[in-house]
């Protein structure tokens, strides 16, 4: 038995939790941020900082009253090196090594995106399976992920501009309706009606994404209808985006897992929680009857901090581990990937 406390402090979300061998959350506490972000219309760097610094204290112990452990029944500390915000990761990093140096654990620096990844063993009762295939979106990263065994990650797909959760934030505020925007145009879209037409932009690559003019697009239709005078309907746009952008996605996924047979499929980030991402999907893997999909609750899918410990047990497992002399690294490569 392994039990690891897992610090999260990426972007704008405090986290702790204490997990066992990668899959029983002993304890999972999350403290966001967002109420005071979305009075700004987006995560301000050097408030979430502060708050971090704020809460962090507390949000530890609470992990670790919640968990019935002792910090003695604690193997090792995880947290997340990268990538992130600067400022906000240099809290937790600080944090994880304060309690790794107290109490003579070993740490463990996880990258973020694994994290998101490794939550989906939350959401199965078996492990996950290798060859797998990741899908990672969030709001700072749209990629495809192979994984040929436990712990090891290529990005074989990448956006060329904006992450996908960064469209969905600046189409949101484009149409006035705030941060952050997934959620929002999720919602709004179900109301939508095939009304406008985008066109998808084009990539080089099989597996890579683009979504920067496909935002810019959404903006100049959005003109164009405003100079003829006719009202917008925003219900239309979140549909005519949302269409267009999952419908490239979901279909360069459906490529990659054509070419390349995975055993299993995983969805992971925050904008994995996009309820039409999740019907697309699992209708184009009727196609793959013997591939298991996963698809994460949403509670999963944004930051919290028992997806680290998830992410840190093969590395525990892989003896990777950290030194105090290591820093928060904001674009931290995956393991084994360079930057
Ligand atoms: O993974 P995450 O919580 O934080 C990062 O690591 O970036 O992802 C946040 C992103 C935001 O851009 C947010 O708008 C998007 O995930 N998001 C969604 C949905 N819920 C959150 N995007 C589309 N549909 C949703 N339902
Ligand atoms: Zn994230």
């Known amino acids: 038995m392994t039990a690891i406390l897992a610090i999260e402090t990426s972007c704008d979300e405090t986290a702790c939790a204490v997990v066992r061998d990668g899959k029983e959350i002993l304890s999972s506490v999350v403290s966001s941020q967002i109420n005071v972000h979305t009075l700004y219309g987006g995560v301000v760097p050097e408030v979430a900082s502060r708050i971090h610094v704020e809460n962090i204290s507390a949000v530890i112990q609470e992990a670790v009253k919640r968990s019935g452990l ?4 604690i193997d090792a500390i995880a947290y997340t090196r990268g990538p992130g915000l600067i400022g906000s990761l240099h809290v937790g990093v600080q944090a994880a090594k304060t309690l790794a140096w107290q109490f003579d654990k070993k740490l463990l620096p996880i990258n973020h995106m694994t994290g998101h990844i490794y939550a989906n063993r939350f959401a199965i009762d078996h492990d996950l399976q290798f060859p797998l295939l990741a899908l990672v979106i969030s709001g700072g990263h749209t990629q495809l992920v192979w994984m040929p065994d436990d712990y090891t990650f290529h990005i074989i797909g990448t956006t060329m501009d904006d992450a996908i959760g960064e469209a969905y934030d600046k189409v949101s ?17 179900k109301l939508g009606k095939p009304h406008y037409t985008l066109k998808e932009p084009h990539v080089e690559g099989a597996y890579n994404f683009s979504f920067s003019g496909l935002k810019t697009s959404v903006t100049q239709m959005i003109a164009r209808e405003e100079k003829a005078g006719n009202p917008i309907i925003k219900e239309d746009v979140a549909y005519a985006f949302q269409e267009t952008a999952l419908g490239a996605m979901v279909r360069k996924t459906l490529a990659a897992v054509g070419d390349l047979s995975p055993k299993m499929v995983v969805t992971a980030g925050g904008v994995a929680a996009n309820s039409r991402l999740r019907v697309m999907l699992a209708d184009g893997m009727k196609q793959y009857p013997d591939i298991e999909l996963v698809q994460p609750p ?3 899918c944004t930051d919290n901090a028992a997806m680290i410990g998830a992410s840190a047990y093969p590395a525990y497992c892989h003896g990777l581990f950290g030194t105090l002399a290591d820093a928060a690294d904001p674009s ?7 930057e």
């Open 173 to 189: 505020r484009v149409l006035g309706t705030g941060y952050p925007g997934g959620p929002v145009i999720d919602k709004m879209a």
């Open 332 to 338: 931290l490569p995956m393991p084994g990937e360079t």
């Open 298 to 300: 949403i509670k999963y």
């Open 70 to 73: 002792s910090m003695d029944e």
